[in-house]
């Protein structure tokens, strides 16, 4: 026997600047996995590119448009215990300006803008922390590699 694994969706993560240092937007789920705070995510539709569909999420579950988009170089992974199936979904960054209103849609409830160890202490899965540590040490610390960056 074989383990299903499926990539139907993808997950971007939104940065702003401000005066304390960067700050990452969280959204409380109203629907599915209900009060659990996380980034926006969704599936990518028949023909898009996977960084087209973070980009149409980012929009759809925020309002928000990032100025610059990267791909984090790694995956979000997990097991879905109801389909028996390993879940992997591309991981983006977007970064987007100071003063974009957050506009909210009926997956969610509530939103904030956290410091990333705010947000560590919000998150509930530990593969999502473990990908918010890597967004901090490859994209916040550090310069981002070029070639990481999506035109967009």
Same mark, same amino acid.
């Given at each position: 026997?074989?383990?299903?694994?499926?990539?139907?969706?993808?997950?971007?993560?939104?940065?702003?600047?401000?005066?304390? /240092?960067?700050?990452?937007?969280? +959204?409380?789920?109203? =629907? #599915?996995?209900?009060?659990?705070?996380?980034? %926006?995510?969704? $599936? &990518?539709?028949?023909?898009?590119?996977?960084?087209?569909?973070?980009?149409?999420?980012?929009?759809?579950?925020? /309002?928000?448009?990032?100025?610059? +988009?990267?791909?984090? =170089? #790694?995956?979000?992974?997990?097991?879905?215990? %109801?389909?028996? $199936? &390993?879940?992997?979904?591309?991981?983006?960054?977007?970064?987007?300006?100071?003063?974009?209103?957050?506009?909210?849609?009926?997956?969610?409830?509530?939103?904030?803008?956290?410091?990333?160890?705010?947000?560590?202490?919000?998150?509930?899965?530990?593969?999502?922390?473990?990908?918010?540590?890597?967004?901090?040490?490859?994209?916040?610390?550090?310069?981002?590699?070029?070639?990481?960056?999506?035109?967009?």
């Amino acid at each position: 026997m074989t383990l299903d694994i499926a990539a139907p969706a993808v997950v971007i993560h939104l940065v702003r600047p401000s005066m304390d /240092g960067p700050e990452l937007l969280l +959204l409380r789920r109203a =629907d #599915t996995l209900k009060g659990i705070w996380m980034s %926006a995510a969704g $599936r &990518v539709e028949r023909g898009e590119k996977a960084w087209a569909a973070a980009l149409r999420e980012a929009q759809e579950e925020t /309002g928000l448009v990032p100025h610059t +988009l990267y791909s984090v =170089d #790694t995956n979000e992974f997990f097991y879905n215990i %109801a389909r028996d $199936r &390993v879940i992997v979904l591309p991981v983006f960054l977007g970064f987007v300006a100071a003063d974009g209103d957050v506009t909210l849609n009926e997956e969610h409830d509530d939103f904030g803008w956290f410091t990333f160890a705010e947000a560590m202490e919000r998150i509930e899965f530990g593969g999502q922390r473990r990908i918010l540590t890597y967004i901090q040490d490859e994209f916040i610390e550090r310069e981002p590699s070029a070639w990481l960056r999506v035109a967009i």
